[in-house]
């Protein structure tokens, strides 16, 4: 095949991280766009060290989903990493991100910021691609995990607790494994936590991975009921 890639010229501005717009960008670039990652300058990306079978070394999965990028790091918590990104995003045809709900947005560069800066990104592939993961924040499963951190939340907080990311994971690469375990949820009738974990066992359940929600007497949440609970399941 000759010629220029049918993509040649198009600018891409890549926010994503793990795979639900990895893969997106990733095939634009396959296409001969050209894809700007930035990441975090504190350890880049989190996808770089999922399923990493070393910590001094990139995951196969996170080169996969990210070859023929170029990358930079920019803190957008900080006041010069959001005037770098306001630079680029005026020179940028896509504006690629899907974090957590809300939190571009408190970043300051929600779709109608940003096209402020560049009304040339079209609004139908900004929430095509920010919609692969992202759900009603209205929505989100409630009990004591929702308030471990004071109200504060953001897409570490997301990815962390899987009462909130399980319900939206499509991927089979991530699913498949976790269908091929056996996983014991244990906690106590009176414990704080239990409503989390009836959530949990919910979303286990809705995407068909094998679990066990097993309900002590009492509150549990004790070292004595988990020095009991321990023979019992390993």
């Known amino acids: 095949m000759s010629g220029e890639n049918c993509l040649a010229g198009l600018k891409i501005l890549d926010l994503t ?3 639900a717009g990895t893969s997106i960008t990733e095939t634009l670039a396959w296409l001969g766009a050209d894809v700007v990652k930035v990441e975090n300058p504190k350890g880049g990306e989190q996808g770089r060290s999922a399923s990493s079978e070393r910590k001094d070394a990139d995951s196969y999965y996170f080169m996969l989903l990210n070859a023929n990028k170029r990358s ?11 005037e770098m990104l306001r630079d680029l995003i005026k020179k940028a045809d896509v504006f690629a991100e899907n974090f957590a709900p809300g939190v571009i947005e408190k970043l ?7 096209s402020k800066l560049n009304p040339r990104i079209p609004a ?14 209205d929505k989100r499963p409630a009990g004591m995990f929702e308030d471990l951190f004071s109200g504060y939340y953001d897409e570490n907080i997301y990815f962390l607790t899987p009462n909130h990311f399980l319900p939206n994971l499509r991927d089979p690469y991530l699913l498949d494994p976790m269908r091929r375990m056996h996983i014991t949820l244990a906690v106590g009738e009176y414990d704080p936590f239990r409503e989390s974990n ?3 066992s919910q979303a286990l359940g809705e995407q068909g991975i094998p679990h066990h929600l097993a309900i002590w007497p009492g509150e549990a949440h004790k070292a004595r009921y988990w020095r009991e609970m321990l023979p019992h399941y390993l």
């Not at 790091?73 to 010069?80: C, E, G, S």
């Not at 139908?124 to 009603?136: E, K, M, P, R, W």
């Open 72 to 82: 930079v790091t920019l803190n957008l918590k900080d006041p010069r990493g959001k």
């Open 17 to 19: 991280q793990f795979e």
């Open 198 to 200: 009836r959530v949990l």
């Open 124 to 137: 139908d592939l900004n929430t095509l691609i920010v919609a692969c993961l992202q759900s009603d924040p």
């Open 108 to 114: 300051g560069f929600s779709y109608e910021e940003v």
